[in-house]
C-alpha cells in the first residue's frame, strides 16, 4: 500500500503559487520523499525529491516538516502547463521501490 | 539529462496477435528498467522489474509468458504482449534508473488497443 495521503484534488489560480501537500506519518528514517507529476496521457515526470532538508530545483521547492510526517510540493508560478496529477511518494527502503497512490489532481485555472 | 524512450507511443493490433514495446535510456546506462501499466484514471501499477542481463521479476499476478521482458543492454529493454486479447488494452509506460538510489525517469508510454 502507498505510505502517503494526498488530496484527491485542487484548483490554483494562473500565475500564483500552487502549495500541494503530502501526508507521509509512518515514514521511516532512512527512507525518501519524491514528487512526480504525470499530464495526461504521458509517462511520470521526476519533479524533486528530498530526505530531511527542504530543496529547490528550477521546478518546484519541497517542504518537509522537521518530524518529517509531511511535506509540501510549491511551484512558485503555476501555468496552465502545470495542470497534471502529482504524485507524492516514499521511497521503500528495503528495495527502493515507489509505491503510487492515487496522487493530486492539480488544475490550473485562468 | 536522463532521457528515457519508449516506442511506439501507441498501437493497434488484433486479437492473437503479439506486439513488442520498446524502452531506451538515451543519455545514461540504466541498471535496472521496469514496466507498468495504467489503466484510466487509475495509477501505476507495477507489472516487472528488469535488470540487465538476468531474468525479470514479475509481480504477483501478473503471468510471465504472457508479457515477456527483455533487457539485452543497458540502454535497451522491451516487453512483448503475447497472444494480445482486449483486456490487454492498457497504457503501457517504462522508467529507467541508473542505480539502485536514483531517481527514476519515465518514457512516455505506449497506448495499446486490441481489437
Known amino acids: 500500500d502507498a505510505k502517503t495521503t494526498q488530496p484527491t484534488s485542487m484548483d490554483c489560480a494562473e500565475g500564483r503559487a500552487a502549495n500541494l501537500p503530502c501526508n507521509h506519518s509512518?515514514?521511516?528514517?532512512?527512507?525518501?520523499v519524491y514528487w512526480y507529476r504525470q499530464i495526461h496521457s504521458q509517462g511520470p515526470q521526476y519533479i524533486i525529491h528530498?530526505?530531511?532538508?527542504?530543496e529547490t530545483n528550477e521546478m518546484a521547492s519541497l517542504i518537509i516538516t522537521e518530524d518529517r510526517k509531511s511535506s509540501t510540493l510549491i511551484l512558485p508560478h503555476a501555468t496552465l502547463r502545470d495542470t497534471a496529477v502529482y504524485y507524492c511518494?516514499?521511497?521503500?527502503?528495503?528495495?527502493?521501490?515507489?509505491?503510487w497512490g492515487a496522487g493530486t489532481k492539480l488544475i490550473i485555472k485562468p | 539529462g536522463a532521457v528515457v524512450s519508449q516506442h511506439p507511443s501507441w498501437v493497434i493490433c488484433k486479437s492473437g496477435t503479439s506486439v513488442k514495446i520498446e524502452c531506451r535510456s538515451l543519455?545514461?546506462?540504466?541498471?535496472?528498467m521496469f514496466w507498468y501499466r495504467q489503466f484510466p484514471k487509475q495509477s501505476l501499477m507495477l507489472m516487472a522489474t528488469?535488470?540487465?542481463?538476468?531474468?525479470?521479476?514479475?509481480e504477483q499476478g501478473v503471468e510471465k509468458d504472457k508479457f515477456l521482458i527483455n533487457h539485452a543492454s543497458l540502454t535497451l529493454s522491451t516487453l512483448t504482449v503475447t497472444s494480445a486479447h482486449p483486456e490487454d488494452s492498457s497504457f503501457y509506460i517504462c522508467?529507467?534508473?541508473?542505480?539502485?538510489?536514483?531517481?527514476?525517469?519515465f518514457g512516455n508510454g505506449t497506448r495499446l488497443t486490441v481489437t
Open positions: 522508467s529507467a534508473r541508473r542505480q539502485i538510489d536514483s531517481p527514476l525517469h
Open positions: 543519455d545514461f546506462q540504466a541498471t535496472t
Open positions: 528488469s535488470n540487465e542481463g538476468s531474468k525479470a521479476t514479475y
Open positions: 509512518t515514514i521511516s528514517g532512512n527512507e525518501y
Open positions: 528530498g530526505l530531511k532538508n527542504n
Open positions: 511518494i516514499v521511497r521503500d527502503d528495503s528495495n527502493y521501490q515507489l509505491i
